[in-house]
């Protein structure tokens, strides 16, 4: 019988899990998870889903906590202009959940509140590897649950946030990954 696969970017995100299913850890950003993700899938045996767990910054004041994400954008990806230039739709939002937090993926750990409050307007948490890990995962048909915790504001804060906020982040996804 296919068990899930649990997708995190980092060790220190998963540095709590203490699980009997396997873990597979990508790398930081859209390209090493996507890389990652489509290996693993390539290869046998295929999970029955992936669930995607890792820290994520709050675009929005007063996010906190753990959330399970509704759908996933890409921030740093022109699809607009693309679309105009081909006539195709490239980086179209994924839907992963009837209900849940936006959230919106790029290769750009978001600490500048200009850029956190442009995002904003359009979800709730940013991360760098979740819309990576959800298409992978699509091309090959696979459902997905992704997991955020909040560790930091997106601000200037937000690296000497995440750096000291990791190991209550790994807590927080191993207790919700253990309640699942």
């Known amino acids: 019988m296919p068990e899930p696969l ?31 993700v489509t290996r693993r899938l390539a290869s046998a045996p295929r999970p029955s889903m992936i669930i995607n767990l890792g820290t994520a910054g709050g675009l929005r004041p007063g996010l906190s906590g753990t959330h399970e994400i509704g759908s996933v954008i890409q921030h ?25 937090l936006v959230l919106a993926t790029g290769d750009v750990f978001v600490s500048d509140p200009a850029v956190r409050d442009r ?15 959800a ?9 997905v649950r992704m997991v955020k915790h909040v560790s930091d504001d ?9 750096t000291s906020t990791i190991a209550e982040s790994s807590r927080a996804l191993a207790a919700w990954l253990a309640t699942s």
């Open 119 to 133: 995002l904003a307007e359009d979800a709730h948490l940013v991360d760098m590897e979740g819309y990576a890990v």
């Open 6 to 36: 649990v997708v995190v970017a980092l060790e220190e995100e998963a540095a709590h899990l203490d699980i009997d299913l396997p873990i597979l850890i990508t790398g930081v950003g859209k390209v090493n998870a996507a890389l990652a």
């Open 76 to 100: 740093d990806f022109d699809s607009v202009s693309i679309e105009a230039l081909t006539g195709r739709r490239y980086g179209a939002a994924i839907e992963l959940a009837a209900q849940g």
């Open 154 to 162: 997106a601000d200037h804060s937000a690296i000497k946030s995440w």
């Open 135 to 143: 298409a992978a995962a699509a091309a090959f048909d696979i459902p």
